[in-house]
C-alpha cells in the first residue's frame, strides 16, 4: 500500500488546474519524493483539459480519467474516497495551489510516529508570498480525541474542499451513507465526519498546505441552491451524535445567508423557519 496520493477533480477550468498540478509536482521534485496523482474531470469531451493533463505527463506520471455522464462535485469527490491501494488522500479542487513546504508538513503529519486519524483539517495562506495562515490561533496542530468535541469545536463545519483524509477510514463507510450526502455540495464533509465516529482521532494543522485563491466558483450559476438547500440538508443529514450541534450552526448559517439575499428569497426563509422572526429577520 502507498502511503499517500493526491486527488484532483475538475470541471472545465483546465488552466487553473494546470497550476494546481504543477504545484503539486514542484513540491515531488523538491523533497525528492514521488506520490501518485488522480485527475478526474467532470466532462470527458473537455478537450482543453485533456491536453492540458497530456502536456503535463511529459514532465510527471498523472493518472487522469473522464466520468461519462457530469457526476457533479459529489459524485466526483465520492470517487476520490474509493482509490485503492493508497493509505492517506489528500484531496484538491483544481483551485487549489500547493504551498512551498506543504508536502513536508503533510508526510510529517501522516507519518505520525505511528497514530492514524480520520481526516486533517487544512490550512491555508493567503497568498504564495507571505504563506501566513489565515486562521491560525497561535499554537501548533490541535489532535482531537473526540469526534463531537471536534466538530463542536471547529466554526467551519464544512472543511475546505481540500482535505486529507485515511482511506482505511473512508472504506468502512458504505455507499449508502455516502450518498445520503448526495446533492449537498458537500459530499465530502459529511462523509469526513462519519469517518471520525469509526476513528474519533482528528487533526487540525497549523502550518499553510494550500494557497488561498478568489476563483469564481463552478457552481456560482446556481449558488442559491447551494446555500439555502444543499448545505441546509448537509446539517440534517449529519449523524445523531452531532445533532445537538449541527443545528444551532445551521440556524447561524441560514441566518448569516439571510442577509445576504434578495426579498424573494427572505420570505420563502421566513416560511420556512420560524425562528427567523425571533430574531426579527
Not at 98 to 105: M, N, P, R, S
Not at 139 to 145: A, C, F, L, M, S
Amino acid at each position: 500500500m502507498e502511503e499517500l496520493c493526491v486527488y484532483v477533480t475538475t470541471f472545465h477550468r483546465h488552466m487553473l488546474l494546470k497550476r494546481c498540478i504543477q504545484s503539486v509536482i514542484a513540491e515531488c521534485k523538491r523533497c525528492g519524493c514521488s506520490i501518485k496523482i488522480f485527475v478526474s474531470n467532470n466532462d470527458k469531451n473537455d478537450s482543453d483539459t485533456k491536453q492540458a493533463v497530456m502536456a503535463m505527463q511529459k514532465e510527471y506520471p498523472i493518472a487522469y480519467s473522464e466520468n461519462d455522464t457530469n457526476l457533479g462535485i459529489d459524485g466526483n469527490m465520492r470517487k476520490g474516497f474509493e482509490i485503492e491501494g493508497i493509505h492517506y488522500c489528500l484531496m484538491l479542487g483544481d483551485d487549489d495551489e500547493l504551498c512551498v513546504g506543504a508536502l513536508d508538513t503533510i508526510r510529517d503529519i501522516c507519518a505520525g510516529g505511528g497514530e492514524e486519524f480520520a481526516f486533517a483539517i487544512l490550512n491555508a495562506a493567503e497568498d504564495s508570498c507571505s504563506h501566513a495562515a489565515t486562521n491560525s490561533r497561535g499554537e501548533g496542530n490541535v489532535v482531537y480525541t473526540d469526534a463531537v468535541e471536534c466538530f463542536k469545536d471547529n466554526y467551519d463545519k464544512m472543511p475546505y474542499g481540500t482535505i486529507l483524509c485515511n482511506l482505511k477510514y473512508a472504506s468502512m463507510i458504505s455507499g449508502e451513507e455516502k450518498d445520503r450526502f448526495m446533492g449537498t455540495y458537500h459530499l465530502y464533509s459529511g462523509v469526513l465526519w462519519d469517518m471520525a465516529l469509526r476513528c474519533s482521532r482528528v487533526v487540525r494543522l497549523a502550518k499553510p498546505v494550500v494557497i488561498q485563491h478568489a476563483h469564481e466558483k463552478t457552481y456560482s450559476g446556481y449558488l442559491e441552491d447551494v446555500l439555502f438547500r444543499g448545505i441546509v440538508e448537509w446539517y440534517d443529514q449529519l449523524a445523531e451524535e452531532y445533532q445537538k450541534w449541527a443545528q444551532p450552526a445551521k440556524m447561524l448559517w441560514i441566518m448569516k445567508c439571510f442577509q445576504e439575499a434578495d426579498e424573494s428569497v427572505r420570505k420563502e426563509l421566513r416560511e420556512k423557519y420560524s425562528l427567523l422572526s425571533y430574531f426579527k429577520l
